[in-house]
């Protein structure tokens, strides 16, 4: 089995079998001027590192370059992306203004690329997304919290494990037939297709 991520002029080939992988790059060649970079280590800011295990996808760079469009790089950081008392609600706080309402949208946008790698940032961000068309300064300082928490766990990523793929499978000896046909033929004697359910 191959796989191929396209995004514009760049491919990621991942395969299973390296053979198969090879065989691909050399038909593409064939029909397009290509470049193979070798072993993944970047695409679209996310960092691949390989790992004994399988690897690792982080986004650092792409993080770093967030807390700089955010001014925050030397921010103090914090332990969690919300704080558990004031909850956010549409009618709390002051109004943004328009320029920085535009600064919102974009750094809660950017925010939703980075949970592509950083799960733990979901929800928060997911929290945050909800008052795009009206957000207010108690929306901004929660989005500053974000970028805190983020700021205390740059290098943190996802593991995509290595892992041998299976199947099972056995004849089954029944016949199977939906609920609402099933009961009238139990009614009527056939009660030995269904000794096994």
Known sequence: MIYM??????IVIASSCSKASAHLLQQLQAAFPIKDLGPLRYFLGIEATATSGGMNLCQQK????LLHRAHM???RPVSTPMAVQDPLA???GTPLQDEDVFRYRSMVGGLQY???TRPDISFAVNKVCQYLA????????AVKRILRYVKGTMTTGINILRVLPFSSARKQPTVSRSSTEAEPLKSRGFSR???NY
Not at 5 to 10: A, E, K, M, N, P
């Open 90 to 92: 549409h009618d709390v």
């Open 193 to 195: 297709y269904f000794e």
């Open 62 to 65: 792409y993080a770093a370059d």
């Open 5 to 10: 991520l396209i995004y514009v002029d760049d």
């Open 114 to 116: 980075l949970t592509m």
């Open 134 to 141: 009206a957000p207010t300064d108690t929306h901004w300082e």
């Open 73 to 75: 790089e030397h921010c």
